[in-house]
T-cell receptor, first 111, second 112 residues
Framework: GNSVTQMEGPVTLSEEAFLTINCTYT??????LFWYVQYPGEGLQLLLK?????DKGSNKGFEATYRKETTSFHLEKGSVQVSDSAVYFC??????????FGAGTQVVVTP | SQTIHQWPATLVQPVGSPLSLECTVE??????LYWYRQAAGRGLQLLFY??????ISSEVPQNLSASRPQDRQFILSSKKLLLSDSGFYLC???????????FGPGTRLTVT
């Protein structure tokens, strides 16, 4: 079945540093891909998405490009803020439309 | 606009007691509904999903059950809680032609 692998955390960065969180997926067919963010004590929020190869999702300064050739959907942000501290989840759809989530990557941004 | 509610927000229950968590969606009809559990420091585990009333699928055998008494209401229950049932329970919804899922605020359950 489908699966999603993302880099383990925690990732600790200084404010204004560049952030990359790697995500790769295995799937039959062409899944849609998502990044969700979870702030402490809250539910998950959809951060961005891409539905086909070479699509770039972007939101709040975050970007991720759907790379079919490398089955990847890495999340990037050029200059992080303390408020970006959260857990980030990569997800892909399976053939029944359900989401398969990665294990989550905690990001800690220090002033 | 659509909103999703979960209650209670936090719950402390003794082992062996029953459980009922409620999730309600507003502003959409016939949503797909999901229950997830998130153990401390771990990822999301899909527990149940429902594509309509009387259509509930269980992803993993366990001490929990789900029901959908109304189109936009999803209930997670247990007759007897175990310590291992502690966690953060999240409800989510989506529409049939769109795979995006939207999550509620969650319920923090501690079984003592």
């Amino acid at each position: 079945g489908n699966s999603v692998t993302q880099m383990e955390g925690p990732v600790t960065l200084s404010e204004e540093a560049f952030l990359t969180i790697n995500c790769t997926y295995t799937a039959t067919g062409y899944p849609s891909l998502f990044w969700y963010v979870q702030y402490p004590g809250e539910g998950l929020q959809l951060l961005l998405k891409a539905t086909k190869a070479d699509d770039k999702g972007s939101n709040k300064g975050f970007e991720a490009t759907y790379r079919k050739e490398t089955t990847s959907f890495h999340l990037e942000k050029g200059s992080v803020q303390v408020s970006d501290s959260a857990v980030y989840f990569c997800a892909s759809t399976d053939s029944w439309g359900k989401l398969q989530f990665g294990a989550g990557t905690q990001v800690v941004v220090t002033p | 606009s659509q909103t999703i509610h979960q209650w209670p927000a936090t719950l402390v229950q003794p082992v062996g007691s029953p459980l009922s968590l409620e999730c309600t969606v507003e502003g959409t009809s016939n949503p797909n509904l999901y229950w997830y559990r998130q153990a401390a420091g771990r990822g999301l585990q899909l527990l149940f999903y429902s594509i309509g009333i009387d259509q509930i699928s269980s992803e993993v055998p366990q001490n929990l059950s789900a029901s959908r008494p109304q189109d936009r209401q999803f209930i997670l229950s247990s007759k007897k809680l175990l310590l291992s049932d502690s966690g953060f329970y999240l409800c989510a919804w989506s529409v049939s032609d769109n795979y995006e899922q939207y999550f509620g605020p969650g319920t923090r359950l501690t079984v003592t």
